[in-house]
């Protein structure tokens, strides 16, 4: 199963489709096959791998994917260094817990203060729907924060319960307006920026926006 999974990855065919958004998902994959997965493409940066409770989710993602993660990932950075916040970035890091059967590879993750192995704040660019619910994973790895872009909008979350109750449907989480880690950034003024294409002016109405 995995050896037809890795002629998937290897088909030349993928790299010539037009801005490709793919996904391969299988399951029942035991997680010696899952890190089999991650080293085979541990130098290759341009596919993601999610997997949860033996479902397997690798995608490929498109250009417009790709230029969105890159604005946002900047203009927040920009904003930690203005502001002086000490941080890690950890890009598209495999974060895994082996006993919560659970790894992701988030468009970009940070940790705030001291570094650690899990991060505190992921960001997921969501352009096409997966298999596997990102919220749940994350849980499981317990990050504290998940950014999820979507349709031109920042949607956050912050993990509440490990085992949730109140939050059900969002696997512990709940949704907030503003960012409780980075709680003075302006959340609007970062989406309206991240939808700028010339980076250089994305940047400066964002640092005009900061005030």
């Given at each position: 199963m995995v050896s037809s999974l890795f002629e998937l990855i290897d088909d030349p065919q993928l790299a010539s489709l037009d801005d490709p958004e793919e996904r391969f998902t299988r399951s029942e994959v035991n997680w010696l096959q899952y890190e089999a997965v991650i080293v085979k493409l541990e130098?290759?940066?341009?596919?993601?791998?999610?997997?949860?409770?033996?479902?397997?989710?690798?995608?490929?993602p498109s250009l417009r994917h790709e230029k969105l993660k890159k604005r946002l990932a900047t203009l927040v950075e920009f904003y930690l260094l203005k502001k002086r916040i000490k941080y890690t970035p950890m890009g598209s890091?495999?974060?895994?817990?082996?006993?919560?059967?659970?790894?992701?590879?988030?468009?970009?993750?940070?940790?705030?203060?001291?570094?650690?192995?899990?991060?505190?704040?992921?960001?997921?660019?969501?352009?096409t729907s997966g298999t596997i619910d990102k919220l749940e994973t994350y849980r499981c790895l317990e990050v504290t924060e998940v950014w999820m872009w979507k349709l031109?909008?920042?949607?956050?979350?912050?993990?509440?319960?490990?085992?949730?109750?109140?939050?059900?449907?969002?696997?512990?989480?709940?949704?907030?307006?503003?960012?409780?880690l980075l709680p003075d950034l302006n959340i609007p003024l970062l989406e309206q920026c991240?939808?700028?294409?010339?980076?250089?002016?994305?940047?400066?109405?964002?640092?005009?926006g900061m005030g």
């Open positions: 130098n290759n940066s341009h596919y993601r791998v999610t997997y949860l409770d033996g479902v397997l989710e690798i995608v490929s890091h495999t974060v895994k817990k082996r006993l919560k059967r659970a790894g992701a590879e988030p468009d970009e993750c940070y940790s705030l203060g001291e570094e650690k192995s899990i991060p505190d704040l992921a960001i997921e660019v969501v352009i031109n909008r920042l949607t956050l979350y912050h993990l509440r319960e490990e085992t949730p109750s109140k939050f059900l449907q969002t696997y512990g989480y709940e949704q907030i307006n503003l960012s409780e991240t939808m700028i294409s010339d980076q250089i002016q994305a940047i400066d109405e964002f640092e005009e």
